[in-house]
Every structure is written in structure tokens, then in C-alpha cells.
């Protein structure tokens, strides 16, 4: 049994995710592709992770990765538990985020608070 250490699926899957988003002209195009990914159990928190991640390099807020974590969460009920996690846990570390990070990523969060795609 040879075990890969250099973890090379999950930078593949990190990078066709971050092309998927980049890659989309609109939020369904970039939701559909997504959620036509053949992720195994388990990747689902690492497409949330990069979601958030690519909104939060932005220079500024966009929507569009508002609109996508909120689709993802009401087509599959399983994104709701990873959004909620990674809330918590950048909620316990915020501290740690630079200025135009911290406000993307509230204002990310916010949205999918505001349209109910994640629970109180």
C-alpha cells in the first residue's frame, strides 16, 4: 500500500475548484460546475474553504461568492455544516485577519446568514 504524503489530489481539487470560480461567468454557471465535481466524503469542507478563501483574496466584497455558498447550501444541505463550522472557526481567530480579509469574509458570512442558507 503506497500513501501519498505530498497531498497532490488535494491541491488538484483545490485548483479545478479556484479555476472553476474564476473561470465562471455567473454564479449558477460557477455553482453548477461545482456541485458536478465527483468530490469524495469529506471534500465538501474543502470546496467551502476555497469559496471563502477566494472571496476573502478580493480586493473588494463580491456578491458572487455570496450567491454561490448560498446555492450550494439550499441544492445540497450538506454544505450547511462546513459553512457553519468554518464560521465558528474564523469567528475564534478573526483576530488574526487583515482588514480587507476580515470584511469580505463578514460580509460573506452575513449573506448567508440574511438568505437563512445557514442557521442561526
Given amino acids: 500500500q503506497i500513501v501519498d504524503n505530498t497531498e497532490t489530489n488535494l ?3 483545490r485548483r479545478t475548484i479556484y479555476l472553476t470560480l474564476q473561470s465562471s461567468l455567473e454564479y449558477q454557471e460557477a455553482t453548477h460546475k461545482l456541485l458536478k465535481l465527483q ?61 480587507g480579509k476580515l470584511r469580505n469574509v463578514a460580509k460573506f458570512f452575513a449573506h448567508l446568514y440574511f438568505t437563512d442558507a445557514i442557521g442561526w
Avoid at 44 to 51: A, Q, S
Avoid at 54 to 72: N, S, V
Fill in 39 to 99: 468530490l469524495k466524503p469529506g471534500q465538501e469542507t474543502e470546496l467551502c474553504h476555497m469559496v471563502i478563501d477566494c472571496c476573502a483574496q478580493q480586493r473588494t466584497y463580491e456578491k458572487y461568492f455570496g450567491l454561490i455558498g448560498q446555492r450550494l447550501c439550499q441544492v445540497n444541505k450538506m454544505y450547511v455544516e462546513p459553512f457553519q463550522k468554518i464560521f465558528a472557526d474564523t469567528y475564534q481567530t478573526v483576530h488574526r485577519l487583515e482588514t
Fill in 11 to 13: 491541491i488538484s481539487l
